[in-house]
């Protein structure tokens, strides 16, 4: 049995297909004709382009149209002046469009590929993805596509790209296997929109399967076994049935409200990153969003985007949950969030340093202009926008954040410019600072959200990507538990509504403790909209009460967590 990171959900039987990388490019070949090589680059772009064009067409089907948005910006990156002038100066210098091209992408993805910010990584494989495909239309090869691949498929490569992602078809793939790759790469994000199960992060899988053998994944814990019996392929086909009959199951909960078992009312909220997502946020069953990640709106381009194109994107993203409530944060960098047409300094602990609002307030043009836009945005028909501060740890950051905003609200009156009278501010909880003020940011602001991933990382003093301490960072933790429980009660007594919009808010073995801490809201991935519903639709209050007792009055993560997985395996 081989083992690996669980990235996309259930189980798939089938045979192996390799995919094979071939280096295309050896050496620094020569030219004569420099205008003629550049000529044939320009040509390649444009059937570039042309060719992701199509495949983001595709991927629209398959994963729907966020997830194809990774596709797109593989599009952007080709046409990037700054690339062809890097690319246009070496050809000049004598060398071939393909030797030039792979050199300085190359060098990209080596500055990408050392960054410590997720994101910037995964900015690195769609450029490695991107210069693939270049250089194969350059050299007239076929590129390495699972398009071809018959029903039944297994694929496995030492890496997919999102580009690959967009040949395979779910009718003949019924799983995935790779040796890199993590659970945020962009094409376990696609897997798991298509719903393939994948297993990313296998070390020699390559080298274990055999081309054509017969194997099963086991994509919800990471296991692919290679030799499998008949009393085991039984087994699997019959856990595979089961996976399949509750996935189906869930989609009653589509278009149901969210409700306890003793008839207490939920709300579901989406956590999206691109405008389009408001859509697919309603679609997944969502009730509108949750969390609008706008510093996506910045990443992947040399300038930030202007009062225009804000305002145009965050109308889109309102209209796109059909005027239900949209809570868009504001810039939301530093951190382990670079991004580089931002201004950033250089930080010797980033998470301690200049992020969230702390930034914003800093850099006050740029959020002067995220501000305007957000209030012009407000006055579209058929929206309802809400905004909401990051990183807050002060009262003074709260207050100074709402008199910019009033400040921004007074400039567009004084140039005529129609904005929204009122926007409801919210305050994000991810700092301890913020659990100790959670009473009077209440007092002070519309709404408040508890941002558990940052929180688990600060209460705790873990860092949230460091895995020498990820036994540490856990939600469960009592001393998280009972932030969780403090931060909801303050809520209660001012009548002010606290969701959560962290990771956490999905897992069903904390919905019971925020049911009963008196959380009304939870704001989750699309994916997880249905799940959590039917969690909610499965507790009575007073036993979710009865059980939140008992774990507050628990000492050690070991003890919660035994109390909780019993719980969770008796309702
Ligand atoms: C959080 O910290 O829980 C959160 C929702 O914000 P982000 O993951 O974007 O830091
Ligand atoms: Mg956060």
Redesign the pocket.
């Known amino acids: 049995m081989l083992h690996g990171t669980a990235v996309s959900e259930g189980i798939g039987l089938g045979r192996v297909m390799v995919l094979k990388e071939y280096a295309l490019v050896h050496g620094t070949h020569r030219n004569a004709d420099a205008a003629a090589e550049k000529t044939r680059l320009l040509q390649a772009v444009q059937q570039f382009c042309e060719n992701t064009a199509q495949q983001v067409e595709m991927l629209k089907n398959t994963a729907g149209k966020e997830d194809a948005g990774i596709l797109e910006c593989q599009i952007e990156m080709a046409q990037d002046p700054a690339l062809r002038e890097e690319v246009g100066a070496l050809i000049d210098s004598g060398r071939s469009a393909e030797s030039a091209l792979k050199e300085i992408c190359d060098r990209y993805i080596g500055f990408f590929a050392n960054s410590h910010d997720e994101l910037t990584r995964l900015r690195g494989e769609d450029l490695r993805d991107m210069r693939q495909s270049l250089l194969c239309l350059l050299l007239g090869v076929e590129g390495t596509s699972p398009s071809q691949a018959p029903r039944g498929t297994v694929l496995v490569a030492h890496e997919l790209t999102p580009s690959m992602m967009s040949g395979v078809d779910r009718d003949r793939i019924v799983a995935i296997v790779t040796e890199a790759g993590g659970r945020v790469s962009h094409a376990s994000i696609l897997a798991r929109a298509m719903g393939v199960p994948t297993v990313c992060g296998v070390s020699g899988a390559i080298g274990r399967l055999r081309e054509g053998s017969f194997i099963i994944v086991d994509g919800t814990r990471g296991d692919i076994i290679i030799t499998p019996d008949q009393e085991m392929i039984e087994a699997y086909w019959l856990k595979r049935a089961e996976f399949i009959d509750e996935a189906k199951k869930m989609e009653h909960f589509r278009h149901r409200k969210t409700v306890s078992a003793s008839g207490q009312n939920y709300q579901i909220f989406c956590?999206i990153s691109m405008p389009s997502g408001s859509a697919g946020a309603l679609n997944s069953g969502g009730e509108g969003v949750g969390?609008f990640?706008s510093?996506y709106l910045f990443m992947n381009r040399r300038q930030p985007p202007d009062e225009e194109e804000q305002t145009a994107a965050y109308i889109q993203t309102a209209q796109g949950a059909q005027g239900r409530p949209t809570v868009i944060?504001t810039i939301?960098v530093g951190?382990?969030?670079e991004i580089p047409s931002l201004p950033q300094e250089q930080e010797e602990n980033p998470f301690l340093g200049l992020r969230?609002i702390r930034w914003c307030l800093k850099h006050q043009e740029i959020f002067m202009t995220q501000l305007r836009a957000l209030l012009r945005a407000g006055v579209a028909e058929n929206t309802d926008i809400r905004v909401m501060f990051?990183?807050v740890s002060t009262i003074e950051e709260l207050r100074e954040g709402r008199e910019l905003l009033r400040k921004a609200r007074a400039q567009l009156e004084s140039q005529g410019i129609p904005c929204a009278p009122y926007l409801p501010v919210g305050a994000?909880v991810?700092t301890p600072a913020a659990v100790f003020l959670a009473d009077s940011l209440a007092v002070e602001s519309d709404f408040l959200?508890?941002?558990?991933?940052?929180?688990?990382?600060y209460v705790m003093a873990c860092d949230?990507g460091n895995s020498t301490v990820s036994e540490m960072y856990a939600v469960f933790q009592p001393a998280v538990l009972r932030a969780l429980q403090f931060i909801a009660s303050c809520g209660v007594k001012r009548g002010v509504p606290v969701s959560?919009?962290?990771?956490?808010a999905s897992d069903p073995r904390l919905i019971p403790l925020l049911m009963s801490f008196g959380i009304h809201s939870f704001?989750v991935s699309p994916g997880a909209v249905l799940g959590v519903r039917s969690v909610v639709s499965s507790w009575a209050n007073p036993r979710a009460d009865k059980l939140a007792r008992e774990v507050l009055g628990m000492q050690t993560l070991e003890e919660v967590m035994e109390a909780l997985e019993r719980a969770c395996r008796e309702s």
């Open positions: 956590n969390l990640r510093e944060r939301d951190g382990d969030k969230g990051p990183m994000m991810e959200s508890v941002g558990t991933n940052d929180l688990t990382g949230r959560i919009c962290g990771e956490a704001s």
